[in-house]
């Protein structure tokens, strides 16, 4: 069974601009949630979507924004970027939510210059 | 606010010796608790979990943890490591009544040769 993907791997993008990052999730897992991780502040829970529906969310600013397709399938995307928004972005997807048994994938990149 | 505690954030150990990593949490409801560790170069993987039942829980790669709820901790532990353990842990906490999982900062793991 394949694992959890993340495209793209690598980012760079200037202050300002907006990012789309995409996850596709273990075959047959509904829930897809997402996680900032920096080296000051760990892993940060950003949102959790089950069945294109956004379940839950952590203390990050409107910025940021997701959303999951009927294929489980999932997006994130960060407007108006700033510096501190660098940081390697994970996606773990699960087959039932509620953060059992979440399958990491290797996350993408993002540096904001 | 809901926190997670990891007391070493690293910690360098010889092969044959005694883990233990420290976590504590701050929420007095229900919990789910995890283990996560990621080794160089691969995903975050799921070592253990508590859910409900005996507070000593077993994982893979000879890892366990003890659930003390009057503590709220969750140590890891594991009787003797080998090189191969060197890596990064976290832990986490789900917390049942808001469904919002926080993780700890991590601890980074150096077994010597």
């Known amino acids: 069974k394949a694992g959890v993907t993340q495209t793209p791997r690598y980012l760079i993008k200037t202050r300002g601009q907006q990012v789309t990052l995409s996850c596709s999730p273990i075959s047959g897992h509904r829930s897809v949630s997402w996680y900032q991780q920096t080296p000051g502040q760990g892993l940060q829970f950003l949102f959790e979507y089950f069945s294109e529906t956004q379940r839950n969310k952590g203390n990050f600013p409107g910025r940021f924004s997701g959303r999951q397709f009927s294929n489980s399938r999932s997006e994130m995307n960060v407007s108006t970027l700033e510096l501190g928004d660098s940081a390697l972005y994970l996606c773990?997807?699960?087959?039932?939510?509620?953060?059992?048994?979440?399958?990491f994938g290797p996350g993408t990149r993002l540096t904001v210059l | 606010a809901q926190s997670v505690s990891q007391h070493n954030h690293h910690v360098i150990l010889s092969e044959a010796a005694s883990l233990e990593l420290g976590c504590n949490y701050s929420y007095g409801g229900t919990v789910n608790l995890f283990w996560y560790v990621q080794y160089p170069g691969q995903h975050l993987q799921l070592l253990l979990k508590y859910f409900s039942g005996d507070p000593l829980v077993k994982g893979i790669k000879g890892f366990e943890a003890e659930f003390i709820k009057s503590k709220f901790s969750f140590n890891l532990r594991k009787p003797s490591v080998q090189w191969s353990d060197t890596a990064e842990y976290f832990c986490a906490v789900n917390a049942l009544r808001d469904d919002k999982i926080i993780f700890g900062k991590g601890t980074r793991l150096h077994i010597l040769p």
């Open positions: 773990a997807s699960s087959p039932s939510g509620s953060y059992n048994e979440q399958f």
